[in-house]
């Protein structure tokens, strides 16, 4: 059994015209342990599905099953909030800047209700020594950290209570390369230890394949193409993804991808065409890509992809 | 002669011994691109600020020379850079902040043609769409009369771009110009400067952190840490033959597995000797003093002290 199942989800902006469907419509399982990579370009709405996923906004519509448990009633929810954690893009906004690390990280068994100081102080240590910042990180403050000291604080914080998911949005956009590499390795380093699953949400492909089990790709607020890591990168199906993954600058100098570039933009999510909604940017569409949204179908090697050219 | 030449750049803040860019020095040939690319902190955005004679408050150059085609920018009063806009130009890292919020685009760049050009408001405005057409803007005369709030990031990035042309610069420096934009934009703005440098000859000093990008289109490479210049030369020879520690550190903390709980330390500027020191493998005595940059290969320089000739018998 999946530890997340979503189902049909949705999450609408504003009312009428001025409505902006951000998610529409998304399917997605992440099992225990496991890593679900969610790529796609800014305003695609993955932010806006993880934010959701956490519980930080409300779904307009759709189903969210943690553990074979639909999200309603008010018990499921406290525990579902204790097990399902957020890490957040930029590390020093964060957090407050006006909490010692040691503050920080107490807070959330805290608002859980642990009592026993000797239990959150010896919980503090062990998280800590996880992340790789020793105890004499406990009595600094955020501006005495760089930027990746502070992602790591920020990584502390999401596992103190011990959750079973954590929902990463751009962990490593705003750190150097270097900082970036290590970063990775201490989220897989930390899965290996505790079987903890990750949404990792990013813009960033090549950081997505170094961490992803799977990795699903979205455009305008539905997911496209979804499949294990390495079948997306070697040999992607949809168009969407082609073309995504095809402008992403490479260090080979010899063997040169032939780049496929996207004309204009995507399009306003408020003014969305009828059909596909990549049919304007799209070199395979064809008359029923404009009168008829595709589905998310599974194509016979298991994998899945959202479009007539490829599913037929 | 190359087309721009600088050298020895040392900046440091005002009262304090301390250096942010010690003897920084590269070259720019026409219709070339050269890359700067480092870490953060490694003071490739400084150096380019340098250069362009732009930089902040409380920060001054010790010393340095800039030169565009053999004539010395360099003010001898202020010890700055002075040039004008048909010289050098620059593109930043946000557009939209670069952008003046409260004026048309198309104004902002007939300004830029009023004042540098001196053409009449009426041209300036012809001109400007004209540019803007010229960036691949769809609509240019619409887009003219649009606020940079309007346009999506893509979109004021290529007005920046066409700011920086209407003068015809002989060079144009671009700092980071598609870290914020998404890759498929990012594709088409790259694709975008390699065509105007092909069709004006000008040459560029493209600066990023993202050694992909630099792979994709730059000439040669300068590699930056610290405020110091660490390694440069031709593409190829910088990537396929790397000689300097930290360009090798650099390139493989893309693809090595480190061990994550070792956390990353910070440059210190305190430094008298090489800045790479504390963090090198093969860091020894010499490495206390600052190196020169030592020919490796033709075309190929790198700044250590393993390149002397009698240290590199036996070094690793």
Redesign the interface.
Known sequence: MALLEVRDLHKTFGHGHNAVPAVRGVDLTIDHGETLGLVG??GCGKTTLGRVVVGLQEATGGEIIFDGEPLDGRLARAEYRRRVQMVFQHPAQSLNRRMKIVTTLSEPLRLLKVADPDEIDARIDEVLQLV??GPIYRPRRPRQL?G??QQ?VAIARALMPNPDLVVLDEPTSSL????R???I?????IQRERDVAYLFIS?D??TVRRIADRVAVMYLGRIVEMAPTEEIFEDPQHPYTK??L????????DHRAQ?I??E??TPSPTDLPTGCSFQDRCSLVHDRCRVEQPLLESLPDGRMAECFAVTA | MSLLEVADITVGVKHNPQTLLREVGLTVEPGEIMGLVG??GSGKTMSSLAIMGLLPAGIEMRKGNVTLEGRDLVDPETGEVSRTASEMTMIFQHPRDALNPTMRVGRQIARVLEINQDLPRSEARNTAVDTLRHVGI?GAARVARAYPHQL????CQRVMIAMALACKPRILIADEPTTAL???????I??LIKDLVAETGCGVLFIT?????I???CDRVTVMYGGQVMETGT??EV??NPQHPYTK???D??E?????????E?VNFALMGCRFGHRCPSAFEACGEFPPLYEVAEAHRSSCFLHRKEESIGAP
């Open positions: 370009e800014s790789g910042l760089s990746g000291q790591r150097d390369q270097s900082v590499g290590r970063i390795a201490l989220l897989r380093s813009h492909l090549s073309a995504l095809s402008a992403v600058p490479t260090m080979d100098l780049r570039i996207l204009g933009e | 870490e953060s769809p999506s990031g893509g979109m998404d890759v498929t934009i990012q594709a088409q790259f694709d952190h993202d050694l992909g990008a792979a994709e289109m593409l190829r990537f396929t550190y650099l390139f903390s893309v090595r597995e480190v061990d994550p709980r070792v956390v990353e910070d």
